[in-house]
């Protein structure tokens, strides 16, 4: 085979991968986009340009400090103040991982951290606990309404996993 065979064969399979590529919809380019039972369900799908609107539509005691949404990880941080109910605390922390793995279809892993009140105004801000939750590990969430404030403390403990730093246990009394 000469060279302008050659050069012949590969344009003409080039224009057959070009056309090729120009019948798959649009849908199949789409990193976000992920198959619930063979057709897309739009409204379990997060995407970054309805992350900040779903996330306000939580009730969240703590003011949200950052949240991201990046290759199928939603990372939520949350800013404590300096007397807080810890209840409330574990709560919002259920309800983002809840949120990241009932209530949308790709949500791999959620995480979560709660920061606290910097000493000083130039002071970064102390970690206070994080949590971090997987679809992979199988986490099953029971009826709608929020469980118990024990039996919430007792779900990050067991299902996910939960780290509490010095800091935090101080603030609990322990």
Not at 12 to 36: C, H, N
Not at 49 to 58: N, P
Not at 60 to 72: I, K, S
Request: hydrophobic share 45%.
């Amino acid at each position: 085979m000469n060279g302008l065979t050659r050069y012949a064969l590969a344009a003409v399979m080039s224009m057959g991968i070009a056309v090729g590529l120009s019948q798959l919809s649009k849908s199949e380019f789409r990193p976000e986009s992920v198959a619930v039972s063979g057709k897309e369900d739009d409204s379990r799908l997060l995407t970054a340009s309805t992350l900040v609107d779903r996330m306000a539509e939580l009730p969240f005691y703590l003011p949200l400090r950052h949240v991201a949404w990046e290759n199928g990880m939603l990372s939520v941080d949350f800013k404590a103040p300096a007397a807080v109910d810890v209840a409330a605390v574990y709560s919002d922390v259920y309800r983002s991982i809840r949120f990241g793995l009932a209530k949308t279809a790709n949500v791999e892993e959620v995480r979560v951290r709660v920061y606290g009140k910097a000493a000083g105004s130039s002071e970064a801000l102390p970690l206070l606990m994080s949590a971090d939750a997987r679809r992979e590990d199988g986490i099953r969430f029971g009826r709608e309404e929020l469980p118990e404030a024990d039996q919430v403390k007792r779900f990050l403990e067991t299902r996910c996993r939960l780290t509490e730093t010095e800091r935090w246990r101080g603030m609990l009394g322990h």
